[in-house]
């Protein structure tokens, strides 16, 4: 059965810039939407940032201009840039990979990972 495994969380002041990596094992990512959601203390998961099969990428308002989805198929990994980060971003992040279509709800997809802190302080 295929794992997704995130990468990259971490500690960084406002202002700054943190990369997130998802690498999957076990299946092929192409033919899956990938996501990565987030979820803040007290809050519930949000989709923040979300790249078709075809490619396409789409944002959540409260990341666009700052947040940037990719992916290498080549290396079965999907990657989340983030810069200008906020004290409001501070979070675990998800990635999540939904086959032959996308869905902003985060128990429809077939794989999760297990998240990554990111904590960006003021």
């Known amino acids: 059965r295929g794992q997704l495994v995130e990468s990259g969380g971490g500690s960084v002041q406002s202002g700054g810039s943190l990369g997130l990596s998802c690498v999957y094992t076990g299946l092929i990512l192409s033919g899956h939407c990938m996501d990565w959601f987030r979820q803040a203390p007290g809050k519930e998961r949000e989709r923040v940032a979300t790249?078709?099969?075809?490619?396409?990428?789409t944002y959540a308002d409260s990341v666009k201009g700052r947040f940037t989805i990719s992916r290498d198929l080549a290396k079965n990994t999907f990657y989340l840039q983030m810069n200008s980060l906020k004290p409001e971003d501070t979070g675990m992040y998800y990635c999540?990979?939904?086959?032959?279509?996308?869905?902003?709800?985060?128990?429809?997809?077939?794989?999760r990972g297990q998240g990554t802190q990111v904590t960006v302080s003021a």
């Open positions: 999540a990979a939904q086959r032959g279509y996308c869905s902003d709800s985060w128990w429809s997809h077939n794989y």
């Open positions: 790249i078709t099969i075809g490619g396409s990428t």
